[in-house]
Nanobody
Framework: VQLQASGGGLVQAGGSLRLSCAAS????????MGWYRQAPGKERELVAI???????KYAESVKGRFTISRDNAGNTVYLQMNSLKPEDTASYYC???????????????WGQGTLVTVSS
């Protein structure tokens, strides 16, 4: 079971990027998925969460600029980032709360970080 993140890069302030994170392996069900980020010298912080339905939650700092979504199968989560600011520069980490086949207990899986750099 793994999460594979992609889509980071270098962009000028005001630009856009779209991050993707795909889950694969023996996953029976994925509950919520989301993104955290960690800037150099700072703690990891929540960016956005999306539930198994349509419920979403955003950090105040990204509301109105970022949009989180999932594909129809529910195994891939996206983060559309618009109007990027230099303070959005960070490594972005996706996660999933899921249940494996043969288990009834939820587990947490993290993807590798993808670096987003916003130049001023």
């Amino acid at each position: 079971v793994q999460l594979q993140a992609s889509g980071g890069g270098l962009v000028q302030a005001g630009g856009s990027l779209r991050l993707s994170c795909a889950a694969s392996g023996r996953i029976r069900k994925i509950n919520d998925m989301g993104w955290y980020r960690q800037a150099p010298g700072k703690e990891r912080e929540l960016v956005a969460i999306i539930g198994s339905g349509v419920s979403t939650k955003y950090a105040e700092s990204v509301k109105g600029r970022f949009t989180i979504s999932r594909d129809n199968a529910g195994n891939t989560v996206y983060l559309q980032m618009n109007s990027l600011k230099p303070e959005d520069t960070a490594s972005y980490y996706c996660y999933a709360h899921f249940v494996r086949y043969g288990s009834s207990s939820p587990s947490t899986l993290w993807g590798q970080g993808t670096l987003v750099t916003v130049s001023s």
